[in-house]
């Protein structure tokens, strides 16, 4: 099982990005898939969850309205696009194989949001 996150990087308040997340070693579309993220100093936090066939689990509230998770299972591929991001998005994002923390994850991906 691999998972790579990518597409992190520095963003202004009220900026936008995209991650992505590359799956592999396992049969991606029978698995639910989950964004999570870890800001310096704090545990792991559930950002966002999706079902294997692409219905969205759900949204950490602080979240809800500016981020969006997506799939393409013809690609082994799932996306986290944040828009109107805020200091407090700030963390190191991974994705998660299966639903929930306790899944294999990857090496993750910086976001860094600051002015």
């Known amino acids: 099982v691999q998972l790579v996150e990518s597409g992190g990087g520095l963003a202004q308040p009220g900026g936008s990005l995209r991650l992505s997340c590359a799956a592999s070693?396992?049969?991606?579309?029978?698995?639910?898939m989950t964004w999570a993220r870890q800001a310096p100093g704090k545990g792991l936090e559930w950002v966002s969850e999706?079902?294997?066939?692409?219905?969205?689990?759900g949204y950490l509230n602080s979240v809800k309205g500016r981020f969006t998770i997506s799939r393409d299972n013809a690609k082994n591929m799932v996306y986290l696009q944040m828009n109107s991001l805020k200091p407090e998005d700030t963390a190191l994002y991974y994705c998660v194989k299966g639903g929930g923390l306790v899944g294999i994850r990857g090496q993750g991906t910086q976001v860094t949001v600051s002015s």
């Open positions: 070693g396992f049969t991606f579309s029978n698995y639910a």
């Open positions: 999706i079902y294997s066939d692409g219905r969205v689990i």
